[in-house]
């Protein structure tokens, strides 16, 4: 967990030293207390998502410590039907498998097949999926098994990321930091500048400024713990 006050300071403080040393920033053009949340989110997400395609596309060889904080495991009984809900928080599958007792390790992977290619592998006479080679197809909402009656499930999936919030109470008419009312962010503290030069990027391009784009890049190489 990272805390959102030390991200907001963190980031701030990094905007205030681009502009001593460039551009500088007027108070109109420092991000609000809603445009902030905004801005730090929309950085978050960016880069969950541009993880995930990675490691995606690696074969789930390149999984980045930052997307590490988004991994959850479930284990669940799978109804008669074969079908089972995603959970309430699921964004992405990771990896799925299924108890088999004559399995060696005991569970074994479930290979998923498309929607396109569902008829010709589940109803196969050659391919027909079995409980030590199990299937299935990913929905909007659900997974199809096939067998129905596999049992229990053993779920990897990235998690829908929380909305982080800096909340905060008025004291002398100034906004103050309200940890009561704030939501931190998940991922670690080594992510933090990576995370926080996204976010510069972003101030940067709402304000049209290349070099302020070109800072925040630079600003995760420059800050990150080797």
């Not at 995603?86 to 074994?108: C, K, L, M, R």
């Not at 129905?148 to 982080?164: H, I, N």
Request: no cysteine.
């Amino acid at each position: 967990m990272y805390n959102i006050n030390e991200f907001r300071i963190t980031a701030y403080n990094a905007l205030i030293n681009k502009s001593q040393t460039g551009n500088s920033i007027s108070d109109d053009q420092v991000p609000t207390k809603s445009q902030f949340n905004l801005l730090a989110n929309t950085a978050m997400l960016s880069a969950y998502e541009s993880d995930y395609m990675v490691w995606l596309k690696s074969g789930g060889a390149n999984l980045t410590q930052f997307l590490q904080s988004y991994i959850k495991s479930q284990i669940l009984m799978l109804p008669a039907s074969g079908i089972l809900p995603f959970p309430s928080d699921f964004q992405h599958t990771a990896s799925v498998g299924v108890y088999y007792n004559n399995s060696e390790e005991g569970i074994v992977t479930a290979e998923p097949v498309t929607n396109t290619d569902k008829r010709n592998v589940f109803f196969s006479q050659k391919y027909t999926p079995n409980y030590l080679f199990p299937k299935y197809t990913e929905y909007a909402e659900k997974y199809e098994f096939s067998p129905k009656d596999l049992g229990v499930v053993y779920l990897d999936y990235f998690k829908t990321p929380k909305f982080a919030t800096w909340g905060y109470s008025i004291v002398d008419d100034a906004p103050v930091y309200n940890p009561l009312t704030s939501v931190d962010f998940e991922f670690d503290e080594y992510s933090a500048p990576r995370i926080i030069g996204e976010f510069i990027k972003l101030v940067g391009i709402n304000l049209k400024d290349k070099e302020l784009i070109a800072y925040g890049e630079n600003y995760a190489k420059e800050n990150t713990m080797q």
